[in-house]
């Protein structure tokens, strides 16, 4: 029974234009547990008792919001189904990683570690030092810069096609990015494939999101941007981060120029709301002076 309301439920968030991957890998785990001890219905206690299985706090809270939503759902239809409180595990605070801001250095340095990668004679060097500039260049999502195709290449920018929250845009770009993006396209063209993907590997294959990853941290260790494993450091996700610090650092600082900056930025970034954008800014000493600079005016009174 539960099977079927999942599928029906599955079926209705992906209508809906979501994507449903982590939460339905979630779902179908409970679901399979549950209906394996003989439930019929969603109760507090299976749900609390599995969620206690995964081996974190976070997990676990993330296990119980993913039920919990399932559950308001069926709720809804059937009040037999129990709706777990959202601070069953207690309050959860929102622990934000403090993001690593690249310097133009540490970005040049990420480049060239990926230029010096193997096989010697192969794409991959080019293809790797390509994606991490364009990454760094556009502020775009690891996903949307492999998931791009040559036809996403046109001359007015990047399309970054059907991609989170299914939405489209159109990424102008620099003209400095323009010609390194040519320079790669001019050896990616040539290159033995079947693949209609921007970025390939060495194989002729698209680039998965798991190969990039460690492609990043095996150049990010080499160059120093990261210690050895298990160690923190600057993430390849960070890039998205210094990219709206970045721009933000080089606005006109006054406060219209600024919240229209923010709009654009959102918009550049593909946020569905401009409060998202906010999570992608850390202060720099740069950004501090400004703020500080507007402080003292604020006190003179000469802002309004």
Known sequence: MLSKLLADHTALQQALGFKFR??????????????????????QARVQEWALLAPSPEQRRNRLLAVRRFAIALHAEDPLNDVPPADLFGRAGHRRRTPF????????????????????????????????????ATGMRVSESISLRLVDVTDDGLIIAQTKFKKSRLLPLHSTTR????????????????SDALFISHQGTPLAYP????AFLQIARATGLRGKPGSRGARIHDLRHTFAVRSLERCAHDGQAVARHIIALSTYLGHAHVTDTYWYLQATPELMVHVAAAGESLHRGELA
């Open 101 to 136: 801001i690249y310097s133009q250095a540490d970005i040049r340095r990420l480049i060239d570690g990926a230029l010096s990668l193997g096989p010697i004679g192969s794409i991959r060097p080019r293809t790797y030092s390509t994606l991490f500039g364009l990454i760094a």
């Open 22 to 43: 982590t939460p339905g890998i979630l779902l179908r785990n409970f679901v399979a547990y549950a209906e394996k001890r003989g439930d019929r219905h969603i109760m």
């Open 179 to 194: 010609r390194a993006l040519d320079i790669y396209l001019a050896e990616r063209l040539t290159a033995p494939t079947q």
């Open 211 to 214: 190969t990039v990853i460690t």
